[in-house]
């Protein structure tokens, strides 16, 4: 069992940094690939970014390449978004995720355990 606490979210004005944070219960966090998906009313949950259990290997969503960064602390049990320049269109509940899986990371059915989400929002 692996249980999720995400943390950071907030309001923000467009072009602002927030950072999220995803602490881990549970002595096996480094043996899980990590994920952060967004949803918006009304809208499916989708992948932002993804982090394999090393941290060497990383996924971006189109979207947010070259503004968001995904990070891992394995000492700490804690997974890492760090969004800059931020947009309107950012605005989300995020939910940090793990899984075992050694697929694409992008689905949201690869992932096992949730957080219970934090909401941004960024004003325009």
């Known amino acids: 069992q692996l249980q999720l606490v995400e943390s950071g979210g907030g309001l923000v004005q467009a072009g602002g940094s927030l950072r999220l944070s995803c602490a881990a219960s549970?002595?096996?966090?480094?043996?899980?690939?990590m994920g952060w998906f967004r949803q918006t009313p009304g809208k499916e949950r989708d992948v932002v970014a993804a982090i394999n259990w090393s941290g060497k290997s990383t996924y971006y969503a189109d979207s947010v390449k070259g503004r968001f960064t995904i990070s891992r602390d394995n000492a700490k049990n804690t997974v890492y978004l760090q969004m800059n320049s931020l947009k309107p269109e950012d605005t989300a509940v995020y939910y940090c995720?793990?899984?075992?899986?050694?697929?694409?990371?992008?689905?949201?059915?690869?992932?096992?355990?949730w957080g219970q989400g934090t909401q941004v929002t960024v004003s325009s």
């Open positions: 995720s793990a899984t075992r899986s050694v697929s694409t990371l992008t689905t949201e059915d690869e992932y096992d355990y």
């Open positions: 549970g002595r096996t966090f480094s043996s899980y690939a």
